[in-house]
């Protein structure tokens, strides 16, 4: 059974930075792609990043330059550093996984087949 635990989600002023974690549980297989992938109230799950098991990444537009996707293979952790936080960057935030092959890095939600509940970020102005 593949769990996946987000944490380090909060509340921050516009300008700042927080590192989202997501730890990964039952997941032993070697090709594999994860990703990050937000929703605001009203509006649908987007893309935010993701990354292969090889290390190949891709972001959305909207994150390039501010957010960096990471993984520690040896603690079974998948990282978001986010930079220079925007209020549009509000939403909820969900750690993401499924097995290759795939267009994974189309960031779109049905490539993913395992998803956690969710760490809450929120960027005041």
């Known amino acids: 059974q593949v769990q996946l635990v987000e944490s380090g989600g909060g509340s921050v002023q516009a300008g700042g930075s927080l590192r989202l974690s997501c730890a990964v549980f039952?997941?032993?297989?070697?090709?594999?792609?994860m990703g990050w992938f937000r929703q605001a109230p009203g509006k649908e799950r987007e893309g935010v990043a993701a990354?292969?098991?090889?290390?190949?990444?891709s972001y959305a537009d909207s994150v390039k330059g501010r957010f960096t996707i990471s993984q520690d293979n040896a603690k079974n952790t998948l990282y978001l550093q986010m930079n220079s936080l925007k209020p549009d960057d509000t939403a909820m935030y969900y750690c993401?996984?499924?097995?290759?092959?795939?267009?994974?890095?189309?960031?779109?939600?049905?490539?993913?087949?395992?998803w956690g509940h969710g760490t809450q970020v929120t960027v005041s102005s």
């Open positions: 993401a996984a499924d097995l290759g092959p795939s267009r994974w890095w189309l960031l779109v939600t049905n490539e993913f087949g395992y």
């Open positions: 039952g997941y032993t297989y070697s090709n594999y792609y």
């Open positions: 990354i292969d098991s090889d290390g190949n990444t």
